[in-house]
């Protein structure tokens, strides 16, 4: 695969995002996307395949379904582009039914390296594809791709896994209109959206038996620690997954055990967090199956079908840009 790897230093944003996150008024925050190094990225893999974790299994379980049709539905020669890949695994079943149609161009937009590649060795025995990886941030990655289309080709625009969900409501809106723009008439995005259920199975899906959730979610400072030089003691911490009724959402946390101060080096900052403080690091917004529809209009799309798993409510939703 012909990877278009980040060629700037990305450290200092990485500092700086930090800094600005802990230093903050009020709720510590960490960005979520900086969850996925290395580490990050194989212990989420490890997650999707939790009995708790029923989302990435109800995912694929739609996508291998209803691939076909899904791809009946796509007309003239298409382009896929997916944001936030992971390692690519149940995009197999849209890819070989493409495959069987036409020769297919597909380009994963990751800011894991290590997912990325991944993506790779997972994908590239299918027939009749080619993968060409972005290392870039979603939207810039899409960018590149748009531009670079042929004349009469449609971009088939993934987003899976209810990635969506990392953004709180308006902001999800907003990223999907700016998906749009980038988009021409008659390209197609496939959003796929965790739905409603109860809180206690939430609950225990962001917070499991074996605290592989845990782990992921404390590497986000192992990582603080390795990249920005700083002293983060992971013993003082504890992974909380809190439901948040009124957001409709699971927020996870990283709780201070006790009154403590932390250096970061690199950012050129010195933090105090009291015991029962918490740094937040992730949301995963749930969804009514009838709000997409809503948040596709508002975005400048139609949602032009709508798949179901009822075993996991999740909806595979296909946006056409009109
Ligand atoms: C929740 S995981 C989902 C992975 C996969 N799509 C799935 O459904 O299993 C989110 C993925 O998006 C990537 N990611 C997060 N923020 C990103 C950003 N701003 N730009 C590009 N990729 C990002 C992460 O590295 C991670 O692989």
Excluded at 8 to 29: I, N, P, S
Excluded at 131 to 140: A, K
Excluded at 292 to 320: H, K, T, Y
Aim: net charge negative; hydrophobic share 40%; aromatic share 8%.
């Amino acid at each position: 695969m012909l990877i278009h790897a980040v060629t700037t230093d990305l450290t200092w944003q990485f500092a700086a995002d930090v800094r600005a996150g802990l230093t903050r008024a009020g709720q510590k925050e960490l960005p979520s996307k900086y969850l996925y190094d290395d580490v990050g990225s194989a212990l989420f893999e490890v997650i999707s395949r939790l009995p708790e974790y029923g989302l990435t299994r109800a995912d694929e379980r739609l996508l291998r379904r209803h691939a076909d049709d899904i791809v009946d539905r796509l007309a003239g020669p298409v382009a896929v582009v997916e944001l936030g890949s992971g390692n690519g695994r149940k995009t197999r079943w849209l890819l070989e039914a493409l495959c069987r149609r036409q020769q297919t161009s597909y380009y994963p937009v990751e800011i894991s390296p290590s997912a990325l590649a991944q993506c790779e060795r997972e994908l590239r025995d299918i027939d009749s594809i080619s993968i060409v990886g972005f290392e870039r941030e979603y939207l810039d990655g899409l960018l590149e791709v748009a531009a670079q289309r042929a004349a009469n080709q449609r971009l088939f625009v993934l987003f899976l896994g209810s990635t969506i969900g990392n953004f709180d409501r308006p902001a999800g809106v907003k990223f999907l209109a700016d998906i749009r723009r980038i988009l021409e008439p008659g390209d197609f995005l496939l959003l796929g959206t965790d739905l409603e259920k109860p809180g206690a199975q939430l609950v225990r899906a962001y917070d499991d038996e074996l605290g592989v959730t845990a782990a992921f979610n404390l590497n986000l400072l192992a990582r603080v620690n390795r990249e920005l030089c700083a002293n983060f003691d992971l013993d003082q911490f504890a992974h909380e997954a809190r439901i948040n009724h009124a957001e409709r959402r699971i927020e996870l946390h990283l709780r201070s055990k006790r009154t403590q101060t932390v250096r970061v080096r690199t950012a050129e900052t010195t933090i105090e967090l009291r015991e029962g403080e918490t740094i937040w690091t992730e949301s995963c917004h749930k969804y009514a199956a009838g709000e997409i529809v809503e948040m596709a209009a508002d975005s400048g799309f139609r949602c032009e079908a709508q798949w179901i798993d009822e075993e996991w409510p999740f909806a595979e939703n296909l946006l056409i840009v009109e």
